[in-house]
């Protein structure tokens, strides 16, 4: 694969009969156990985004995604909202050995669930869709409308759990993640008023036919995370990304690794299952150049460490030091799922998506880690 990509035209026509019949023969090694893994979408790839105008310094242009277009020595444009793009990603993660996407997912209008989710609507439509599983993140900052719409909500995500290529665990339970749970209390009145929402949501799912979710309360923290199992009733503690350090300055990947790997023994001292997060890296400075509109955006200055970016083996071995460990601890990984940050959170710093700069080098060596895994007998 070329390490720059010209056109995404261009791509279509010649990788993806490559990238299909690469993973023909990795899937039929799988064993009867094969570990689920997954990648946080985070889709605000639009014509004009300040995301996209986020990469366009020099300096950060080596992460601009394959379907970038560089317009001049200012300017960039960056956009994923079309379904040529959307195709070509499932091709890729696909070929890469992951299972589902994560999407970020905000329902501020029960009425018009694919309103600001263009990435599950494209999902849904693509000749593809069944190469890739997907999931939902819930974004609980009051993104499901007037309180009283609640259940018009529970309504749309469990058409969406119906769907065939809803990724499920543990025997058919579909995946669930929730994000600034933190906020949820606020939003429905109480914690007790949150565990009764989940409970009509799994209560949904059973009447239309399913089982009942597997939620995965997102933290920071472990023991808020169990808090919020106990008090709310998630099932499980798992994360959104990852910053194990403190000042602001730069770290090796290697300590945001180990913060990593730290956070799954911590959750799993409290008792509480585990769905583990893997890192791609973490490094907002892109988003911190207009430091007014980030402290509008998160509440406060720009401020913080960021990591060194991984090598491609490096964030291999992150994954395969996530699938040893929920080898090692069955019971308190019992979903078999791991969850990659991320999939496009490019000026955010973690980034699995073909770069213009990189390639393929990220998927093509997480595809050799999980082809060796899987391959075992």
């Given at each position: 694969?070329?390490?720059?990509?010209?056109?995404?035209?261009?791509?279509?026509?010649?990788?993806?009969p490559?990238?299909?019949?690469?993973?023909?023969?990795?899937?039929?090694?799988?064993?009867?156990?094969?570990?689920?893994?997954?990648?946080?979408?985070?889709?605000?790839?639009?014509?004009?985004?300040?995301?996209?105008r986020?990469?366009?310094?020099?300096?950060?242009r080596?992460?601009l995604p394959f379907?970038?277009?560089?317009?001049?020595?200012?300017?960039?444009?960056?956009?994923?909202?079309t379904?040529?793009?959307?195709?070509?990603?499932?091709?890729?993660?696909?070929?890469?050995?992951?299972?589902?996407?994560?999407y970020?997912?905000?329902?501020?209008?029960?009425?018009?669930?694919a309103?600001?989710?263009?990435?599950v609507?494209?999902?849904?439509a693509?000749?593809?869709?069944?190469?890739?599983?997907?999931?939902l993140?819930?974004?609980?900052?009051g993104?499901?409308g007037?309180?009283d719409?609640?259940?018009?909500?529970?309504d749309?995500?469990?058409?969406?759990?119906r769907?065939?290529?809803?990724?499920?665990?543990?025997?058919?339970?579909?995946?669930?993640?929730?994000?600034?749970?933190?906020?949820?209390?606020?939003?429905f009145?109480?914690?007790?008023?949150?565990?009764?929402?989940?409970?009509?949501?799994?209560?949904?799912?059973?009447?239309?036919?399913?089982?009942?979710?597997?939620?995965?309360?997102q933290?920071?923290?472990?023991?808020?995370?169990?808090?919020?199992?106990?008090?709310m009733?998630?099932?499980?503690?798992?994360?959104?990304?990852?910053?194990?350090?403190?000042?602001?300055?730069?770290?090796?990947?290697q300590?945001?690794a180990?913060?990593?790997r730290?956070?799954?023994?911590?959750?799993?001292?409290?008792?509480?299952?585990?769905?583990?997060?893997?890192?791609?890296?973490w490094?907002?400075?892109?988003r911190?150049?207009?430091?007014?509109?980030?402290?509008?955006?998160?509440?406060?200055?720009?401020?913080?460490?960021w990591f060194?970016?991984?090598?491609?083996?490096?964030?291999?071995?992150?994954?395969?030091s996530?699938?040893?460990w929920?080898?090692?601890?069955?019971?308190?990984?019992e979903?078999?799922?791991?969850?990659?940050?991320?999939?496009?959170?490019?000026?955010?710093?973690?980034?699995?998506?073909?770069?213009l700069?990189?390639?393929?080098?990220r998927?093509d060596?997480i595809?050799?880690?999980?082809?060796?895994?899987?391959?075992?007998?």
């Amino acid at each position: 694969m070329e390490s720059v990509i010209n056109s995404v035209s261009c791509l279509i026509l010649t990788a993806l009969p490559i990238l299909a019949s690469a993973t023909l023969a990795d899937a039929e090694q799988s064993p009867t156990r094969k570990v689920i893994v997954g990648g946080i979408r985070w889709d605000a790839w639009t014509e004009g985004s300040e995301w996209g105008r986020n990469l366009a310094p020099k300096q950060w242009r080596h992460r601009l995604p394959f379907y970038s277009r560089i317009v001049s020595d200012d300017e960039v444009d960056v956009r994923g909202d079309t379904q040529e793009v959307m195709d070509l990603e499932i091709a890729y993660a696909h070929a890469a050995g992951l299972d589902y996407w994560a999407y970020c997912y905000s329902l501020s209008d029960p009425s018009d669930p694919a309103k600001g989710n263009y990435g599950v609507r494209l999902h849904l439509a693509s000749k593809r869709r069944n190469d890739m599983n997907f999931a939902l993140i819930l974004m609980a900052q009051g993104y499901w409308g007037p309180k009283d719409g609640f259940p018009r909500a529970v309504d749309a995500y469990v058409r969406l759990f119906r769907e065939p290529n809803y990724q499920k665990v543990l025997d058919g339970r579909p995946l669930l993640y929730v994000f600034y749970v933190e906020k949820m209390p606020g939003y429905f009145g109480s914690e007790a008023a949150v565990k009764q929402a989940l409970d009509l949501l799994r209560s949904k799912s059973v009447e239309a036919g399913l089982r009942p979710p597997y939620i995965a309360a997102q933290v920071f923290h472990a023991p808020l995370g169990a808090r919020y199992v106990d008090s709310m009733g998630f099932d499980a503690i798992s994360a959104y990304a990852s910053a194990p350090a403190q000042g602001t300055q730069e770290y090796p990947y290697q300590v945001l690794a180990k913060g990593t790997r730290d956070f799954w023994e911590s959750c799993k001292a409290t008792g509480k299952k585990v769905i583990p997060i893997v890192s791609a890296g973490w490094d907002n400075r892109p988003r911190r150049a207009d430091a007014k509109r980030f402290e509008k955006v998160y509440g406060s200055p720009p401020s913080g460490p960021w990591f060194a970016e991984p090598t491609p083996q490096e964030l291999a071995d992150s994954l395969r030091s996530a699938i040893q460990w929920m080898e090692e601890n069955p019971t308190t990984a019992e979903a078999n799922a791991v969850i990659i940050y991320a999939w496009n959170e490019s000026d955010e710093g973690g980034w699995l998506v073909p770069t213009l700069h990189e390639g393929t080098a990220r998927l093509d060596a997480i595809r050799e880690a999980l082809k060796g895994w899987r391959s075992r007998p």
